[in-house]
C-alpha cells in the first residue's frame, strides 16, 4: 500500500486539467479523437481531484453512476511528473468510500487487456489491481485491435436489498 498524504476529494469540473494533464501522458491518451471525448466528459461527469499545495490539479478521476448498484471509473490521469506517488491510490480510496457510503455494490473500469502487448497499459493494469479490480473479461468493444479489459471491484457483500425490498412488496401484496 502506497503510504501518501495525498487527499482526493470531490471537486467542479475541471475540463482545461483534464486536457493539461492527458497531455503528460501521450503514451496512455495518444489519439486527439479519444482525447476531445474526454475533455467534453469532464465537463459534466463527477469529478474528483487531488491537488497540490498550490491549489494546482495533479490527478483528475470522473466516475459514471449506471445503476444504484454499480458505477464506473470512466477516466483517471496523474501528471506524468507525479506518477507513483500516491495519487491515484487517494482517488481510487476517495470514490470507494464516497460509493460505500451511498450503497452501491461494484466499481467498474475498463482499460487496455492483456492481449495488447503495449508496456505503459500493462502498469496501468498492475495499478488497478493493486487497488483491488479483478480482471473479468477482454472484449472487442472498442475494436478488434484494441482489446477491452473490463475489470470489477466489489465493494460489498451479501443480497441486494433493493431485490429484497421488491420481494418484501410483493409478497406484502399476495
Ligand atoms: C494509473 C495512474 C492513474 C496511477 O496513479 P499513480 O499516482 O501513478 O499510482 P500510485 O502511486 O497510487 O500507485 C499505486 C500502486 O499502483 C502500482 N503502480 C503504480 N505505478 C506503477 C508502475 N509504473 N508499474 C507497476 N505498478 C505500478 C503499484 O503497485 C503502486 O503501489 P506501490 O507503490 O506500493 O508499489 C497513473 O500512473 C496514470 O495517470 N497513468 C497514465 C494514465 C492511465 O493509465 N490512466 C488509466 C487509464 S485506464
Known sequence: MVETAWMARRDE?????????????????????????????ARTME?????????????????????????????????????????????????????RERGTRLLEVKTLGPSHSDPHYARTRCFYQKMGFLPVEETDLWGESTPCLIMIMPLRQGADPSVQEEQQEKNSAT
Open 13 to 41: 469540473p475541471v475540463p482545461e486539467e483534464v486536457e493539461r494533464l492527458l497531455a503528460t501522458v501521450p503514451e496512455w491518451f495518444g489519439r486527439p479523437e479519444s482525447n476531445a471525448e474526454y475533455i467534453a466528459d
Open 47 to 99: 469529478t474528483w481531484t487531488v491537488r497540490d499545495a498550490k491549489g494546482r490539479v495533479v490527478g483528475v478521476t470522473l466516475v459514471a453512476h449506471h445503476f444504484p448498484q454499480s458505477s464506473e471509473i470512466h477516466l483517471a490521469v496523474v501528471d506524468r511528473e507525479v506518477h507513483g506517488g500516491g495519487i491515484g491510490s487517494a482517488m481510487v480510496e476517495a470514490v470507494r468510500a464516497d460509493l
